[in-house]
């Protein structure tokens, strides 16, 4: 079955970077679609970036130039780098997968950003 596990998560000074991975299994990687999302409590799941099977990448407007995505196909692996973090980039990061009509997701990972 379809598995995604986040992984990177933790806690960082306002200004500093993490790196996310997924790690998936049970899919055809090279030909999913895939991305990353955010949750902060008490506020709706945001989309945050995703990248398609032929590396086309979009991001939300408010981690646009901060943070970008990346995928390894031999690895099975999607990464997030997220650089010059704020302190409302608080919150879990969930990895998903698209497969036909379906998504699926991972866990999560918490990032937190505070002094």
């Known amino acids: 079955q379809v598995q995604l596990v986040e992984s990177g998560g933790g806690l960082v000074q306002p200004g500093g970077s993490l790196r996310l991975s997924c790690a998936a299994s049970g899919i055809i990687f090279s030909t999913s679609a895939m991305g990353w999302a955010r949750q902060a409590p008490g506020k709706q799941r945001e989309l945050v970036a995703h990248?398609?099977?032929?590396?086309?990448?979009n991001y939300a407007d408010s981690v646009k130039g901060r943070f970008t995505i990346s995928r390894d196909n031999a690895g099975n692996t999607v990464y997030l780098q997220m650089n010059s973090l704020k302190p409302e980039d608080t919150a879990v990061y969930y990895c998903?997968?698209?497969?036909?009509?379906?998504?699926?997701w991972g866990q999560g990972t918490q990032v937190t950003v505070s002094s």
């Open positions: 990248i398609t099977s032929g590396v086309s990448t």
């Open positions: 998903y997968v698209l497969i036909g009509g379906a998504d699926y």
